[in-house]
């Protein structure tokens, strides 16, 4: 009979049992006991020890014998050292269990042995949040992965230009401002569907959901002067947010208040900018971008530009996803350092701003196209709720300043009260990072040493 679906519990073996001759299927309660402990410590799956339990068990007297004694002092030099180390992070876990035969990304090395940490590179898909406090060594520590995904596409969003003198190290090109934007569908996206997604994001963005209707209808009058033309001067061409902004004045008024027309032009002007980031008809060739390696420096964007680059960009790659197979592996890496401004919940002196963004919406479908986003920041509360929970690998490195959120990073990194703790005695290059695919604990490590920008290491 099946046992499927019954309530099947374990039987101690009746000592009068037949089987019981066999000494492997005797209930032994102290080796049962031995085996928790070991558990517990997080020693028993390795190959060591699941030799000597065997002995223990089924060995000839002075064998099991022997086999226990050396059992019980590897539990006896585990609790020595862990009363040496005082380190909430033990047990350590194994080189097994972290570093999948030395192969993936080594992100850091495990405090107190040095085991390598190395979670597969395809787990970067899973979005990754490196946080700590102001020359910690975030960017430090992605640039040390980045420098193992040489072969893959690098996008990287970086507001402070300092990644250009890493640049020749990670084999990428640098595009510095000005640069602009066109509006070029993806390959294999109509127009249409295409300004439509974008103009989606750019309401909501913006704060302007109602001003979607009015977008459309000068979207609408911008392809029709495009069609215009192209059958005129049989030559192609793009479109621009500035066409659209143009075609607004052409908008049927009398179905709309004219503030929303007014507002709609605003929203606009603050997306395209002083610096015209998005006014150009023939504007950086992302096909290309997306599958390079390059450094887009930022540092002359507003925030909300920052926000609708970014949603832009991965608008972009989800809409051009759609016409691919899903994807099981990484193709590609997208980090955005120091990335409050793209981020963070734009709250003002008149209060709070809505906990999540447009990230929800991208994170969660982007999951096929492969690619893995990094975000580096110094502080949890701000950044939108929707990027916290669609990053499953997040890295503490050097510590935590807003500590009143540890409760939060607890729970997004199933770290005890006691590991949590630690936080605020963390050291630079110091980190903790949890990658729960590759293992379900937090790992207490160390960032290796890479050449220091400061110190001049890199050519200009
Ligand atoms: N892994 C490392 N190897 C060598 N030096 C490091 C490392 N991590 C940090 N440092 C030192 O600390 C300085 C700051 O590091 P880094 O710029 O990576 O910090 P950060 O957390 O990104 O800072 P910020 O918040 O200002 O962006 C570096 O210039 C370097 O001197
Ligand atoms: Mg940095």
């Not at 390795?46 to 002995?55: A, D, E, P, S, V």
């Not at 590609?332 to 793209?342: C, L, Q």
């Not at 607890?410 to 006691?418: C, H, K, V, W």
Request: hydrophobic content about 40%; some cysteine.
């Amino acid at each position: 009979m099946s046992l499927i679906g019954r309530n099947y519990s374990f039987q101690n073996p009746d000592p009068n049992s037949r089987l019981y001759r066999f000494k492997s299927l005797r209930y032994d309660p102290e080796m049962e006991e031995l085996k928790q402990v070991l558990k517990a410590i997080n020693k028993w799956e390795t190959r060591k020890i699941q030799k000597l339990y065997r002995r223990a068990k089924k060995g000839t007297a002075r064998g099991s014998q022997q086999a226990v004694i050396q059992l019980l002092k590897i539990i006896e030099d585990y609790k020595v050292e862990h009363m040496e180390a005082d380190d909430p992070y033990m047990p350590h876990a194994t080189a097994e269990q972290i570093s999948n035969n030395r192969q993936g990304i080594h992100v850091c090395n495990q405090t107190g042995d040095g085991i390598p940490m190395s979670p597969d590179a395809d787990e970067f898909q899973l979005n990754t949040l490196v946080i700590g406090p102001p020359k910690a060594g975030k960017s430090s520590a992605i640039f040390y992965g980045l420098s193992q995904m040489l072969f893959l596409p690098i996008l990287i969003l970086d507001i402070k230009n300092i990644w250009r003198h890493r640049a020749q190290a990670l084999n990428a090109k640098v595009i510095q401002p000005p640069f602009h934007i066109d509006l070029e569908p993806p390959y294999g996206i109509t127009w249409y569907d295409w300004i439509f997604s974008v103009l989606d994001g750019l309401a909501l963005i913006t704060g302007l959901q109602y001003g979607v209707v009015p977008f459309i209808e000068a979207a609408k009058i911008a392809l029709q002067q495009r069609e215009k033309y192209i059958n005129h001067t049989q030559s192609n061409t793009s479109l621009s947010l500035m066409d659209i902004y143009h075609a607004l004045d052409f908008v049927n008024t009398s179905r709309f208040k004219r503030d929303y027309i007014l507002s709609c032009k605003t929203a606009l002007q603050l997306i395209i900018g002083p610096n015209e980031l998005f006014s150009a008809r023939e504007g950086l060739p992302l096909n290309e971008i997306f599958t390079g390696r390059y450094i887009i420096e930022c540092c002359y964007l507003s925030m909300i530009q920052c926000r609708f680059l970014a949603f832009y960009f991965l608008n972009y790659l989800l809409q051009a996803s759609y016409h691919c197979l899903e994807s099981s592996h990484l193709k590609g890496i997208i980090f955005i350092d120091d990335s409050s401004s793209f981020i963070n919940r734009p709250d003002n002196a008149f209060g709070s701003a809505p906990s999540t963004g447009f990230w929800g919406h991208i994170l969660s479908k982007l999951r096929g196209a492969g690619r893995g986003l990094i975000f580096a920041d110094q502080l949890v509360d701000p950044i939108f709720d929707d990027v916290k929970q669609l990053c499953t690998n997040w890295i503490i490195v050097g510590g935590l300043r807003d500590t009143q959120n540890y409760n939060e990073v607890m729970s997004a990194m199933n770290l005890t009260r006691d590991q949590a703790d630690y936080i605020g005695k963390m050291k630079p290059r110091e980190c903790i990072a949890y990658f729960p695919n590759l293992y379900p604990k937090p790992i207490h490590g160390v960032i290796p040493f890479v050449p220091s920008i400061a110190e001049g290491d890199f050519d200009e």
